[in-house]
T-cell receptor
Framework: EAQVTQNPRYLITVTGKKLTVTCSQN?????MSWYRQDPGLGLRQIYY???????DKGDVPEGYKVSRKEKRNFPLILESPSPNQTSLYFC??????????????FGPGTRLTVL | DAKTTQPPSMDCAEGRAANLPCNHS???????VYWYRQIHSQGPQYIIH???NNETNEMASLIITEDRKSSTLILPHATLRDTAVYYC??????????FGPGTRLSVLP
């Protein structure tokens, strides 16, 4: 089954404790992206990757890092989480960004709470 | 910034057609209209997209006005499971998807 998986689905952590949220897709997609969703603010893009070893900042990249060493994986790293990073996070992938029919597939979400 | 305007919320009776409007008056000639929906806090799900012709798939129909300044997503027979936030997105190929606040559709029994 074609899917985007994220782990963990729920995470409660404390300020300053480094964490990684994993994202993996099995569709051989080139494009992957991370979003955060907060009440009243909608979905905002954090980082995206056009292909392996190619990443770029989205609208709200501060406090986050990403890497794209393999095509299927796109982990989101919070080196020193803070309470304002408490949010619902979504990973997405698509075949590319260039095609008009290259729609995005989203993962199930990771609900992160930083105390 | 989102290039679309949608009503914040709508209600629809179960079994009736749900017509969700979207205004995109500044759309350019090579920008497409996409619709996604998000059920509760699940990941958004693609519904349909189009350029200028009306489109239909197993989920919905997309009607784009001749001047392309607005469009309507039609769910022909809404069910309770269609209750969700619906996002209308205008995008040129090669651009990232930008999600606005969307329309919260409540399908009522």
């Amino acid at each position: 089954e074609a899917q985007v998986t994220q782990n963990p689905r729920y995470l409660i952590t404390v300020t300053g404790k480094k964490l990684t949220v994993t994202c993996s897709q099995n569709m051989n997609h080139e494009y992957m992206s991370w979003y955060r969703q907060d009440p009243g603010l909608g979905l905002r893009q954090i980082y995206y990757s056009m292909n392996v070893e190619v990443t770029d900042k989205g609208d709200v990249p501060e406090g986050y890092k990403v890497s794209r060493k393999e095509k299927r994986n796109f982990p989101l790293i919070l080196e020193s989480p803070s309470p304002n990073q408490t949010s619902l996070y979504f990973c997405a992938s698509s075949r590319s960004l260039a095609g008009v029919s290259d729609t995005q597939y989203f993962g199930p979400g990771t609900r992160l709470t930083v105390l | 910034d989102a290039k679309t305007t949608q009503p914040p919320s709508m209600d629809c009776a179960e079994g009736r057609a749900a017509n969700l409007p979207c205004n995109h008056s500044t759309i350019s000639g090579n920008e497409y209209v996409y619709w996604y929906r998000q059920i509760h806090s699940q990941g958004p799900q693609y519904i349909i997209h189009g350029l200028k012709n009306n489109e239909t798939n197993e989920m919905a129909s997309l009607i784009i006005t001749e001047d392309r300044k607005s469009s309507t997503l039609i769910l022909p027979h809404a069910t309770l499971r269609d209750t969700a936030v619906y996002y209308c997105i205008v995008r040129h190929y090669g651009q990232n998807f930008v999600f606005g606040p969307g329309t919260r559709l409540s399908v009522l029994p």
